[in-house]
């Protein structure tokens, strides 16, 4: 590697780290839920060593219609010890794993194709994927999971060329970890691990004693997750999402009966059968993530996980992933192997639940697609000779990538505040500057506002647990739904703070409105009460 | 027969769906995009959202939707879709062969649906083409009985897709039979 080579590096790491560190407090403009969570939680083990819900020291951790993995919340327990509770802690190890993986990712693609300029590209077209930015700006356990898996598979191929059981031992680890750290790795990683098996297997075998033991470490490693798998909680989130609905199937079983094409109606006694009908379902998931609507022009519908208004990739990537499959006659046989089936079983996870298609399930696809438009850029830059196609492949590059940094700084904190669940912050900051002359304050109790008010008000997460604190009340906050009557005498008889949603008219002393960084009514405070 | 029982089962089909690409709607994507540009530059906000960059990009929006795999999937089915891979990958093989030329009617033909055309005019043009540009490889699966078995496997799969997907939601926005 060049000396020049490593300055490239070194720019595009420091070009990676701007776009996933910069304004990370504020952009994404407000704490979803689930961040604030993993924060929480974080800071509970930190100080009390049991998450919010009193378990010590949990492996799988209580969240909202799910449970969380363990390794984003206590690797988010050290950056809290340093840097506090607040949101860039939150957000720390998403961003710093973000940037970690395009130096990983170089290493894995040159270790590869043996190219260093190939896997320079390929780094640069990853570190300003529209894709990872989104993941790496918030506290997505997905982020951390790639990283994991990409460096397992590096190391795993340093460990074919040295030989050595210290790296196998690293990345069977690193695989193992990816698996604790985000449900959809639970799918992708062993699927990887299968396709890498097939594709070195000489390489395998030549090593097979240097593997064993570190392959039983990690299967012994591996048991407390294949019992939460099976159990209830470790399916929940795969129950409540899943696309096999028995209900689904017996609609459409149904609407085939009395709807299709009259002479094929006597078929459906053998054709709806339901191993059939959710293979279909499934083959349709699957699909839905190569569709260029996904990656080119509307991405994931869902604001917190892409921009919207373009796709997962950058539109100018679509003649490039073309040109690569011409430029993958290159590479030699395995790293081909690699990178196609790495591509093509990213989506399997996000295939047995709705809604599709689905970025954060399918975050694996983002860096074998970088790393297809390096190949494809490598191709039509080198290979094809006028001048004009090469200016106009760069000066469109440019274009789109000032046009993305343009929306993802000016339009989306504005546009997705709400998929954010901004307002919480000021809620909080202003209930913590009003509530000193109340003894009570309710909180209407739409979008989890138990644990907005634990975060930012750093409650002491041992007082929490000893109050028995939960999402109704702790202290002298109660969390009300919306047919708890405000106005009954018991509760006139004192002055309240009372926080409600914008939409809720409230007979009471308006004290201050709540907006979001869109400029959104969030919440109004009132004082209601006090009367004799 | 496969493509044929394919077309049969889409007379049912009421409204085709129609990619037809809107030109109004880059006057209100640049009106909209420029409605979030608070206390940007002008001049700024005039380069990133213009009837150019706009209108490029709705083109491009409406004509990707044509290409969506389960799109392609509802015209040729799996079977279909495999025999497609395999033209595209002779294509890389060697791009100066007639797939190119097949290939490029498809692209053309695809091009066709998101103008004021006649819906059901132009997907029985892309279809057409899609169908010869899979068959252009059918040979492929001939030669030895194993890859005949996997033909005859795919071509099962194919009967069965067509069957589960009879209202081809991609293809027809209403599908109706006595």
Redesign the interface.
């Given at each position: 590697m060049s000396k020049f080579q490593k300055i490239v590096l070194l720019l595009i790491i420091i070009a990676a780290t701007f776009l996933r560190f910069s304004k990370l407090s504020e952009n994404p403009p407000g704490l979803y839920w689930d961040e604030a969570v993993i924060g929480y939680d974080a800071y509970s083990i930190l100080n009390t060593a049991h998450d919010h819900h009193g378990r010590l020291l949990p492996l799988f951790f209580e969240s909202f219609g799910d449970w969380k993995l363990p390794v984003y919340i206590y690797l988010d327990t050290l950056v809290i010890f340093f840097f506090g509770l607040n949101e860039f802690a939150v957000r720390f190890p998403s961003a710093f794993f973000g940037t970690l993986t395009i130096f990983v990712f170089f290493l894995l693609i040159q270790k590869l194709t043996k190219n260093t300029s190939l896997a320079l590209l390929a780094s640069f077209f990853f570190a300003i994927s529209p894709w990872h930015i989104q993941f790496s700006r918030a506290g997505f356990e997905s982020t951390v999971g790639l990283f994991m898996a990409i460096a397992a598979t590096y190391f795993l191929l340093h460990a074919f060329e040295k030989q050595k059981t210290l790296f196998f031992t690293v990345s069977l680890i690193l695989f193992t970890l990816s698996i604790y750290t985000y449900h959809a790795y639970r799918i992708f990683t062993p699927l990887l691990l299968i396709a890498l098996i097939f594709i070195f297997r000489k390489e395998i075998k030549r090593n097979l004693s240097k593997i064993i033991v570190p392959s039983f470490i990690c299967l012994v490693l591996l048991v407390p997750i294949l019992f939460f798998s099976l159990s209830p909680q470790g399916r929940l989130r795969a129950t409540s999402q899943s696309v096999f609905q028995k209900e689904e199937f017996e609609r459409q079983d149904v609407?085939?009966n009395q709807?299709?094409?009259?002479p094929?109606r006597f078929?459906s006694r053998y054709?709806y059968k339901k191993p059939?009908?959710y293979s279909?379902v499934a083959?349709?998931a699957y699909?839905?993530h190569?569709?260029?609507?996904f990656l080119?022009?509307?991405g994931d519908q869902i604001g917190r996980h892409s921009q919207v208004?373009m796709g997962q990739l950058y539109?100018f990537e679509?003649p490039l992933i073309l040109a690569s499959?011409?430029g993958l006659?290159n590479l030699n046989k395995k790293t081909k192997l690699l990178i196609l089936t790495w591509l093509l079983i990213s989506p399997v996870p996000a295939t047995i639940v709705s809604v599709t298609p689905h970025a954060n399930r399918t975050l694996q696809m983002a860096p074998m697609l970088a790393a297809l438009s390096a190949i494809g850029f490598e191709y039509i830059f080198f290979k094809i000779k006028p001048l004009f196609f090469k200016l106009v492949l760069v000066a469109l590059l440019s274009?789109y990538f000032?046009?993305f940094l343009?929306l993802l700084f000016?339009?989306y904190p504005?546009?997705f505040s709400p998929d954010w669940q901004d307002g919480n912050r000021s809620m909080v900051h202003n209930v913590k500057k009003f509530q000193d002359k109340y003894s009570k304050v309710l909180i209407l109790n739409n979008d989890q506002a138990y644990i907005y008010l634990l975060f930012y008000l750093k409650y002491n997460p041992q007082k929490f647990i000893e109050e028995n604190g939960n999402k109704e009340r702790f202290g002298k906050y109660f969390f009300i739904s919306t047919s708890y009557d405000i106005y009954n005498k018991e509760a006139l008889k004192e002055k309240i703070l009372y926080v409600a949603p914008s939409w809720q008219k409230v007979d009471g002393n308006n004290l201050t409105t709540i907006k979001d960084t869109g400029g959104r009514q969030v919440y109004t405070i009132w004082e209601v009460g006090g009367q004799d | 027969m496969l493509f044929a029982f394919r077309l049969w089962q889409t007379t049912g089909c009421k409204h085709f769906a129609g990619f037809y690409f809107n030109p109004i709607s880059i006057k209100i994507n640049v009106e909209e995009q420029r409605n979030l540009d608070v206390g940007t530059d002008i001049y700024l906000s005039k380069f990133f959202h213009n009837k150019i960059s706009s209108g490029f990009y709705q083109i491009a929006r409406s004509y990707v939707y044509t290409f969506n795999p389960r799109y392609i999937l509802e015209i040729i089915g799996p079977l279909g879709l495999t025999l497609a891979l395999i033209s595209f990958s002779k294509i890389i093989k060697n791009p100066k062969s007639v797939y190119t030329l097949v290939c490029a009617a498809v692209v053309l033909s695809s091009l066709l649906l998101i103008l004021p055309i006649d819906p059901k005019k132009t997907f029985y043009i892309n279809a057409i083409c899609w169908f010869i540009f899979s068959i252009c490889s059918a040979h492929t699966f001939s030669g030895s009985k194993r890859k005949l078995i996997l033909f005859c496997i795919l071509l099962v799969i194919s009967f069965w897709y067509f069957a589960f997907s009879w209202q081809e939601k991609a293809i027809c926005n209403e599908i109706f039979f006595n």
């Amino acid at each position: 590697m060049s000396k020049f080579q490593k300055i490239v590096l070194l720019l595009i790491i420091i070009a990676a780290t701007f776009l996933r560190f910069s304004k990370l407090s504020e952009n994404p403009p407000g704490l979803y839920w689930d961040e604030a969570v993993i924060g929480y939680d974080a800071y509970s083990i930190l100080n009390t060593a049991h998450d919010h819900h009193g378990r010590l020291l949990p492996l799988f951790f209580e969240s909202f219609g799910d449970w969380k993995l363990p390794v984003y919340i206590y690797l988010d327990t050290l950056v809290i010890f340093f840097f506090g509770l607040n949101e860039f802690a939150v957000r720390f190890p998403s961003a710093f794993f973000g940037t970690l993986t395009i130096f990983v990712f170089f290493l894995l693609i040159q270790k590869l194709t043996k190219n260093t300029s190939l896997a320079l590209l390929a780094s640069f077209f990853f570190a300003i994927s529209p894709w990872h930015i989104q993941f790496s700006r918030a506290g997505f356990e997905s982020t951390v999971g790639l990283f994991m898996a990409i460096a397992a598979t590096y190391f795993l191929l340093h460990a074919f060329e040295k030989q050595k059981t210290l790296f196998f031992t690293v990345s069977l680890i690193l695989f193992t970890l990816s698996i604790y750290t985000y449900h959809a790795y639970r799918i992708f990683t062993p699927l990887l691990l299968i396709a890498l098996i097939f594709i070195f297997r000489k390489e395998i075998k030549r090593n097979l004693s240097k593997i064993i033991v570190p392959s039983f470490i990690c299967l012994v490693l591996l048991v407390p997750i294949l019992f939460f798998s099976l159990s209830p909680q470790g399916r929940l989130r795969a129950t409540s999402q899943s696309v096999f609905q028995k209900e689904e199937f017996e609609r459409q079983d149904v609407d085939y009966n009395q709807k299709s094409k009259k002479p094929l109606r006597f078929m459906s006694r053998y054709l709806y059968k339901k191993p059939l009908y959710y293979s279909f379902v499934a083959t349709n998931a699957y699909f839905d993530h190569f569709s260029p609507t996904f990656l080119f022009s509307n991405g994931d519908q869902i604001g917190r996980h892409s921009q919207v208004d373009m796709g997962q990739l950058y539109i100018f990537e679509l003649p490039l992933i073309l040109a690569s499959f011409f430029g993958l006659k290159n590479l030699n046989k395995k790293t081909k192997l690699l990178i196609l089936t790495w591509l093509l079983i990213s989506p399997v996870p996000a295939t047995i639940v709705s809604v599709t298609p689905h970025a954060n399930r399918t975050l694996q696809m983002a860096p074998m697609l970088a790393a297809l438009s390096a190949i494809g850029f490598e191709y039509i830059f080198f290979k094809i000779k006028p001048l004009f196609f090469k200016l106009v492949l760069v000066a469109l590059l440019s274009y789109y990538f000032f046009l993305f940094l343009h929306l993802l700084f000016v339009h989306y904190p504005v546009k997705f505040s709400p998929d954010w669940q901004d307002g919480n912050r000021s809620m909080v900051h202003n209930v913590k500057k009003f509530q000193d002359k109340y003894s009570k304050v309710l909180i209407l109790n739409n979008d989890q506002a138990y644990i907005y008010l634990l975060f930012y008000l750093k409650y002491n997460p041992q007082k929490f647990i000893e109050e028995n604190g939960n999402k109704e009340r702790f202290g002298k906050y109660f969390f009300i739904s919306t047919s708890y009557d405000i106005y009954n005498k018991e509760a006139l008889k004192e002055k309240i703070l009372y926080v409600a949603p914008s939409w809720q008219k409230v007979d009471g002393n308006n004290l201050t409105t709540i907006k979001d960084t869109g400029g959104r009514q969030v919440y109004t405070i009132w004082e209601v009460g006090g009367q004799d | 027969m496969l493509f044929a029982f394919r077309l049969w089962q889409t007379t049912g089909c009421k409204h085709f769906a129609g990619f037809y690409f809107n030109p109004i709607s880059i006057k209100i994507n640049v009106e909209e995009q420029r409605n979030l540009d608070v206390g940007t530059d002008i001049y700024l906000s005039k380069f990133f959202h213009n009837k150019i960059s706009s209108g490029f990009y709705q083109i491009a929006r409406s004509y990707v939707y044509t290409f969506n795999p389960r799109y392609i999937l509802e015209i040729i089915g799996p079977l279909g879709l495999t025999l497609a891979l395999i033209s595209f990958s002779k294509i890389i093989k060697n791009p100066k062969s007639v797939y190119t030329l097949v290939c490029a009617a498809v692209v053309l033909s695809s091009l066709l649906l998101i103008l004021p055309i006649d819906p059901k005019k132009t997907f029985y043009i892309n279809a057409i083409c899609w169908f010869i540009f899979s068959i252009c490889s059918a040979h492929t699966f001939s030669g030895s009985k194993r890859k005949l078995i996997l033909f005859c496997i795919l071509l099962v799969i194919s009967f069965w897709y067509f069957a589960f997907s009879w209202q081809e939601k991609a293809i027809c926005n209403e599908i109706f039979f006595n």
